[in-house]
C-alpha cells in the first residue's frame, strides 16, 4: 500500500521560509514523478513543482519560480519544497502526488501553509 506525508507546513509571516517534506512508502518503484500541488480556498488544485523520479527534469508553476526549489532524497523516499521569500498568496493546503506514466495517481493528506502579511 502507498502511502505519502507531508510535514512542515506553519504559520509564517511574508518573506518568510518553510521547508515541506513529503516521505513516500510502499511500492514506488514503477513511479515517474513527484510533485507539489496547493489549494486555496475557493480555487482549484493547482501544480507548483514536479521532479522526474531521476530528477533530470524538474518544473515550477511561475507563480513560484525563483522562490521555491523542489528536491528529492532517492534513499530515503522523500521529496522535499523549499518555499523562500514567501507571499500571501501562498497560503493554501500543500498536498504532495505520486505519478505513475504522466498521472497524478497517490496523493497525502496535505498540510497547511498559512502566510500572513
Not at 72 to 97: F, G, H, I
Not at 99 to 112: C, D, K, L
Amino acid at each position: 500500500q502507498v502511502q505519502l506525508v507531508e510535514s512542515g507546513g506553519g504559520l509564517v509571516q511574508a518573506g518568510d521560509s518553510l521547508r515541506l517534506s513529503c516521505a513516500a512508502s510502499g511500492r514506488t518503484d514503477s513511479w515517474h514523478a513527484m510533485g507539489w500541488f496547493r489549494q486555496a480556498p475557493g480555487k482549484e488544485r493547482e501544480i507548483v513543482a514536479s521532479i522526474r523520479w531521476n530528477a533530470a527534469s524538474i518544473t515550477y508553476a511561475a507563480s513560484v519560480k525563483g522562490r521555491f526549489t523542489i528536491s528529492r532524497d532517492n534513499a530515503k523516499n522523500t521529496v522535499y519544497l523549499q518555499m523562500s521569500n514567501l507571499k500571501p498568496e501562498d497560503t493554501a493546503v500543500y498536498y504532495c502526488s505520486g505519478a505513475v506514466s504522466s498521472v497524478w495517481n497517490y496523493w497525502g493528506q496535505g498540510t497547511q501553509v498559512t502566510v500572513s502579511s
